[in-house]
Structures are given as C-alpha cells and as structure tokens.
C-alpha cells in the first residue's frame, strides 16, 4: 500500500506537470500569434505601399487642372511620405490617419473641377485607389481582429502570467484616432 507521502508527491508531481505543459502550451500560442499579427501587418502594408504609389500619380493628374491648389497637393504629398517612413505601428497609423483625411481633401478639391471629373486617367486612378482602399479596409479588419485576439489574450487569467513573465506586451489597434478624422471633410470655396 502506498504511503501518504507517496499519494501526495504524486499529486504535486501532476499538478506541476499540468502546469509546465500549459506554460508551454501558453507560450507557443503566443509566439503563434504574434507571428500572425505580423503577416496581417505585413499584408496591410503591401496595400498601403500600392496606395503610396498611385498618389504622386493621382497627385500630377490633379496638378494639371487644379494648379492653384498646391497647397492641398504638397499637404497630400507631404502626408504620403510622413505614412510612408513611419518606423512604429503607432507612427504608421498616425501618418495613414492623416494621409486619409488629405485624400478626402483633394477628392472634394477635384469636384470643383469638371474636366478633371471627366478625365479618363483621373477616374482610372480613382477607382484604382477606391479599390486598394476597400483592401486595406480588409486587411486592417484581420489585423485588428488578431490584435483583438492577442491582447485579450495577454489580460485573462491565467494566460496573462504568462504574457507577463515572457513580456508578450499589448499591441496597438490599427484604428482611427482622432474624432476629426472620422468625420467626413467638408471644402468650402
């Protein structure tokens, strides 16, 4: 017959077993995670990279009907570099936040301007960046869904002892920040 001590040696045993193979477990859940955080960031920025590229684009087309507008046009320029060398998530969803609100900008500009309206290449670059905009809003709900998914991972019991002892710290929201931006642009001539 077993002793007591025995019984309860291999209780304890058990129980820290149990307790290891979840850290373990715990952990590469995590790194999973966080591994999928970065190829939704990576996706996202590949439709950000393609709407970089088609403003300098949109940008000269508008310049040939709306010269006098160059204000508009260096302040959506200028927006377009400060996303595109952002070094931070934070920094990036600061500059995409800002580069949005000029692009809605210069799209009420252009509807001063009939002849631009009726531009082929105008309305081509347009539905071009109508479209990278619907994949970045695609891209940005997977990522902020797995963001979503990781953080709340991060702060429940007992998941977050390990977060905190292996510093799996919270990630940001690749969101609109400002109540400004959210609101539509108004132009007034």
Known sequence: M????TVVAVIAALIILIIVIYGFASYNSFVR???QIEEAYATMDVYLKKRYDLIPNLVNTVKGYAAHEQETLDRVINARNAAQSAATVEDKIAGENALSGTLKTLFAVAE????LKANTNFINLQQQLQNTESEIANSRKYYNAVVREYNTKT????SSIIAMMFKFAKKTMFEITNTEERENVTVQF
């Open 155 to 158: 702060q429940v019991f007992p």
């Open 33 to 35: 995670m966080v591994n």
């Open 112 to 115: 001063a301007y009939p002849d």
């Open 2 to 5: 077993l002793s007591l001590w």
